[in-house]
């Protein structure tokens, strides 16, 4: 008798594990998602700061904000000013062009194929050195609001102010900390 309630009583709790799976998988359910190269998620190429394209590869809509992956595109020689996300780890890997990154006191220098791991709540800052353009693809662990920093930064037509980077930087769970890198 006790044995029949247990076999009952566990087949009462699959659909409920069906539904956590799902939900941890992905809350919009698309499957598989496919993004050809030099396309975007969602058929939007973000340009940012004067000339920098994004493309989102992976969306927080495909993984439940556990993960977000863009293609990041320099046309010239530049990166962002030196910050702290406070929430996410991030991970850059070249695909094109030579990058300088400084995280905490360390220093790389990156050329196609290398990669470097930055966590979370450490400093850093990078810039494209290189001649010609530079690619690189950079993923974000957790998401947390690096998708919708993006979207909004693309929103800022030019090259924004001090001021209104740090405001977007700290509504999206990041601190300034200093200039961008200088490229010469």
């Given at each position: 008798?006790?044995?029949?309630?247990?076999?009952?009583?566990?087949?009462?709790?699959?659909?409920?594990?069906?539904?956590?799976?799902?939900?941890?998988?992905?809350q919009d359910d698309p499957g598989v998602v496919y993004v050809a190269a030099?396309?975007?998620?969602?058929?939007?190429?973000?340009?940012?700061?004067g000339g920098l394209q994004i493309d989102f590869k992976v969306s927080?809509?495909?993984?439940?904000?556990?993960?977000?992956?863009?293609?990041?595109?320099?046309?010239?020689?530049?990166?962002?000013?030196?910050?702290?996300?406070?929430?996410?780890?991030?991970?850059?890997?070249?695909?094109?062009?030579?990058?300088?990154?400084?995280?905490?006191?360390?220093?790389?220098v990156l050329a196609p194929g290398d990669s470097v791991f930055a966590p979370r709540k450490v400093p850093h800052v990078w810039a494209h050195v290189?001649?010609?353009q530079g690619k690189l693809i950079i993923g974000?662990?957790?998401?947390?609001?690096?998708?919708?920093?993006?979207?909004e930064l693309a929103k800022l037509k030019g090259v924004p102010s001090t001021d209104s980077m740090r405001t977007l930087f700290a509504e999206h769970g990041m601190t300034i900390v200093g200039p961008p890198m200088k490229v010469g």
């Open positions: 008798m006790q044995r029949r309630n247990f076999l009952l009583g566990s087949l009462g709790v699959l659909p409920a594990a069906k539904g956590l799976l799902r939900d941890n998988a992905n030099g396309e975007d998620r969602f058929q939007t190429h973000r340009e940012v700061l927080t809509r495909d993984t439940n904000n556990g993960l977000f992956i863009i293609e990041h595109t320099d046309h010239a020689k530049s990166g962002p000013p030196k910050h702290i996300h406070h929430e996410q780890d991030e991970w850059f890997y070249v695909l094109q062009g030579d990058y300088h990154l400084e995280i905490g006191d360390k220093k790389y290189g001649e010609g974000f662990q957790p998401a947390g609001m690096m998708e919708s920093f993006l979207t």
